[in-house]
């Protein structure tokens, strides 16, 4: 996938009416509240100008066993997505 032109059909992105955008956003996994509640994991899917469709994790996290979990399936989902909409 080419990163500029085009928005791909996925993208939640407000360019602002720049023709030629860089990057796009696509969808986000819910966020994961942390052991503390003051910190969360988020999963959503990006493109970058090196690799096209990534997965992006931004933690800030302290997770127990189940979040965790909770966090690695996310994971899991947005990865097979990505490569499902790699070429789009």
């Known amino acids: 996938m080419s990163v500029s ?3 791909p059909q ?3 992105t407000n360019h602002l009416g720049i023709d030629e955008p860089v990057e796009h956003d696509g969808p986000q ?3 994961v509240l942390d052991a503390t509640g003051a910190g969360r994991a988020e ?3 990006c493109t970058n100008g090196a690799h096209g469709v990534v997965v992006a994790l931004y933690a800030e996290s302290t997770l127990t066993p189940k979040q965790a979990r909770e966090v690695a399936h996310g994971l ?3 990865a097979a997505w990505a490569e ?5």
């Open 5 to 7: 032109g085009r928005c």
């Open 10 to 12: 996925w993208c939640t």
């Open 29 to 31: 996994w819910p966020d």
């Open 43 to 45: 999963i959503g899917i």
């Open 76 to 78: 899991l989902e947005a």
């Open 84 to 88: 499902d909409h790699a070429n789009d």
